[in-house]
C-alpha cells in the first residue's frame, strides 16, 4: 500500500498576504463577513480575543459554521504544525467577542472533544472553503474543533 502525499499548499507568504488582505479589507469597509450555506460555502466572522501576553484585543478572521447558535471553526494555522495565534490566546482567555454580519455576539471558546468533535468535523464537508480537510489534517498532529457559544 502506498501513502500518500498531503496535497500542495500554497506558499506561506502567500498564505499570510491573503489573511492580511482580508483584514485590511474589513477594517477599510467593514466588508468580508459572511453567513456559512449550508451545501455552498462557509462563513467568515471577525474573532477578537485578548492577548495571552499583552493583554491587548487581537483580531483575525475566521471561516466557520453554526451549531444552533455556536460558531464552529478549525484551530489550523494555514495548515502549518503550530497552533495558530488565536487559538493560544482563547485557550488562555476564553471570553471573546466575534463580529459576524448579524451582529456583534460575546462568545466562550472552547475545544470539542469525543462525540461531539466527530459530529461537528463532519460538518465542515457541507461547506465549500475548507479544502479536503482530511488530507490536509495529515500535516499536523492535531487540529483543534474550536465552538464558539454565546455567553
Known amino acids: 500500500m502506498s501513502v500518500s502525499k498531503p496535497p500542495t499548499l500554497p506558499p506561506r507568504w502567500f498564505i499570510r498576504g491573503v489573511w ?5 479589507l474589513y477594517r477599510t469597509t467593514r466588508r468580508g463577513l459572511s453567513r456559512p450555506r449550508k451545501g455552498d460555502r462557509m462563513g467568515m466572522l471577525r474573532l477578537r480575543a485578548t492577548g495571552r501576553r499583552t493583554g491587548r484585543e487581537r483580531a483575525v478572521i475566521l471561516g466557520y459554521h453554526l451549531d444552533g447558535d455556536s460558531f464552529v471553526t478549525l484551530a489550523m ?6 497552533d495558530p495565534a488565536w487559538w493560544l490566546n ?3 482567555h476564553p471570553a471573546a467577542e466575534v463580529d459576524t454580519v448579524d451582529g456583534t455576539f460575546a462568545v466562550i471558546g472552547r475545544e470539542a472533544a469525543g462525540a461531539e468533535r466527530d459530529r461537528l468535523r463532519a460538518r465542515f464537508d457541507d ?3 475548507w ?11 492535531h487540529t483543534a474543533v474550536v465552538v464558539f457559544d454565546r455567553a
Open 131 to 141: 479544502g479536503d480537510i482530511d488530507a490536509f489534517s495529515t500535516r499536523r498532529q
Open 90 to 92: 482563547v485557550r488562555a
Open 127 to 129: 461547506y465549500r472553503g
Open 77 to 82: 494555522n494555514g495548515w502549518a504544525e503550530p
Open 20 to 24: 492580511t488582505g482580508h483584514r485590511l
